[in-house]
C-alpha cells in the first residue's frame, strides 16, 4: 500500500501534496446508515485549518467535497472520497531552497529514497504537515460512528516549550479547549506571551498534545503485535513533526517504583475497575474500560528565520539556508485536531474488528446525536461562522 494506508476493517488512504491541486481521503469500511455531510467534516477542519492567530498566515479555506460513499445523506458502506482543493498556494518561495534540502525536515530522506530528479520540494510534498487535512477529514467520520456508542474524544495542549498547562479532568474540561486559539484548557494568556517571544526571536517552540477517549469500553485492542497501545502509538508517531508518544504516565513510570505504579482494581456499580490512569485505561494493550489517555510530543517546527547550514546537493559545498514561506511558531496547536482524528481512527477500527459495532450497517438516534453535537456547540464562534 505504499505507506499512506491505515487501518484494516477502517481502512483510511490519504493522498495529495502541499502544493498540488487537492488533498483528500478515501475511507473504505464505514458502515452504511452515519448521516453524514460536508458540514460534519469542516468542523473538525475548521481547528486545523491554517491562517488563525498565531499559526501559518497560509489562507485556505478547507472545504471539503463528498465525492462518493454518500448518498441520500447517509453513508452507503462503500468507500467514502473526499477532497479539499487547495487554493493559496505559493511555490516560489521553494525555487530558491530546491537545491538546498532544510535541516530538520524531510527533503534529504525524500531525495535519497526517490530521487532528487523525483522529488516534490514544494512545500515538502507529501512529507508537509498539509497532509494531514485528509487525516482529519477521516477523523470526524470516525468521530461520528463512535457517537454511536458515546465515546467523546478530546485534546488539548499539555505543555508549549517549558509552560505546562493542565489536564481534562472531565469530558467537558477537555471540549472545553476548543474555545482556545492555542488548544489549551485555561491559560490563554501564558500561551499567548510565549508565542509572542517566539515569534519575535523569529522562531518556534515545541509542544506535548494529550489526547482523551471517553467512556470507551472494555475489550479493545488485539493481543501481542495489534495491542491498542501499539496501534495508537503507530498512529500518532506518524503524524508530522511529532517525535515522541506516551500511554497513561508513560515515561515517569519508568523513574518510580512497581509500589507505585500500579493501578489499584477495585468493584464499582457491579464490576471491576481501574482507579487511577497510570496506565492509561489499557492493560495488556486492551482497553479495560473508561477514559484512555495518551500523549504524543510535537518538536518545534523546523522552518524558521533563523539561517542554518546545509548542502546543496549538486555541488556538495555547505551553505547556510533560511527557509521562507509560511509557518507554525508551534505547529503543536494544530497537531491537536491530528491527534485527535488519529486516536479516533484507531478506535473505530478496533471496534469494528471487536463487533461492538455493526460492520455492514449502524443505527443512527438520538442519543448518537447528542454526543456528536457537543463537537460543533464547542466551537469558537468566530469557527461557527465559517460553517
Given amino acids: 500500500m505504499g505507506g499512506n494506508s491505515f487501518g484494516k476493517l477502517f481502512a483510511v488512504t490519504t493522498w495529495g501534496e502541499s502544493h498540488g491541486k487537492a488533498l483528500g481521503a ?22 486545523r485549518r491554517p491562517g488563525r492567530r498565531f499559526t501559518t498566515p497560509r489562507r485556505e479555506g478547507d472545504e471539503p467535497q463528498i465525492l462518493s460513499g454518500v448518498f441520500n445523506g447517509r453513508t452507503t458502506g462503500m468507500p467514502i472520497s473526499v477532497v479539499v482543493w487547495n487554493k493559496d498556494v505559493i511555490s516560489s518561495y521553494y525555487e530558491k ?20 530528479e ?48 493542565p489536564r481534562a479532568k472531565d469530558p467537558q474540561e477537555g471540549l472545553k479547549a476548543r474555545l482556545s486559539p492555542f488548544r489549551v484548557i485555561e491559560g490563554d494568556e501564558r500561551a499567548e506571551e510565549l508565542l509572542k517571544e517566539v515569534l519575535k526571536n523569529k522562531d518556534s517552540v515545541g509542544g506535548v498534545v494529550e489526547v482523551v477517549a471517553w467512556d470507551v469500553p472494555a475489550g479493545l485492542g488485539e493481543p501481542v503485535f495489534d495491542k491498542l497501545k501499539a496501534d495508537l502509538a503507530k498512529a500518532l508517531i506518524s503524524i508530522p513533526a511529532a517525535v515522541g ?18 493501578d489499584r482494581i477495585v468493584p464499582s456499580v457491579g464490576e471491576a475497575v481501574l482507579e487511577g490512569e497510570k ?14 489517555r495518551v500523549k ?13 547550514m546545509t548542502v546543496n ?47 455492514v450497517r449502524v443505527e443512527w ?16 464562534e468566530e469557527l461557527k461562522a465559517s460553517l
Avoid: Q
Fill in 313 to 359: 546537493i549538486k555541488t556538495l559545498d555547505e551553505v547556510p539556508v533560511e527557509v521562507p514561506g509560511r509557518h507554525d511558531p508551534a505547529i503543536a496547536i494544530r497537531g491537536v485536531a491530528v491527534a485527535e482524528a488519529m486516536v479516533a481512527i484507531t478506535l473505530i477500527d478496533h471496534v469494528l474488528r471487536s463487533g461492538l459495532l455493526n460492520p
Fill in 279 to 292: 496506565a492509561g485505561g489499557m492493560l495488556g494493550g486492551i482497553s479495560v474500560g473508561g477514559p484512555i
Fill in 365 to 380: 438516534n438520538s442519543s448518537c446525536e447528542r454526543v456528536w453535537k457537543l463537537y460543533e456547540e464547542y466551537l469558537p
Fill in 118 to 165: 523525483n522529488w516534490d520540494y514544494r512545500g515538502g510534498g507529501r512529507a508537509s504537515g498539509r497532509e494531514t487535512v485528509a487525516r482529519v477529514i477521516a477523523g470526524a467520520i470516525a468521530k461520528k460512528l463512535l457517537s454511536c456508542l458515546g465515546i467523546i474524544i478530546t485534546g488539548n495542549i499539555i505543555s508549549l516549550g517549558n509552560t505546562e498547562f
Fill in 26 to 47: 478515501v475511507v473504505d469500511g464505514c458502515p452504511a446508515g452515519l448521516p453524514l455531510n460536508e458540514k460534519d467534516l469542516k468542523v473538525e477542519l475548521l481547528l
Fill in 245 to 262: 508518544f506516551e500511554v497513561g504516565e508513560g515515561f515517569s513510570l519508568a523513574r518510580s517504583y512497581g509500589s507505585r505504579a500500579r
Fill in 296 to 308: 504524543v510530543a510535537f518538536k518545534p517546527t523546523s522552518s524558521i528565520m533563523t539561517p542554518e
Fill in 97 to 116: 531552497i530546491r537545491e538546498t534540502p532544510r535541516p530538520g525536515h524531510a527533503d534529504l530522506a525524500y531525495i535519497k529514497r526517490y530521487g532528487y
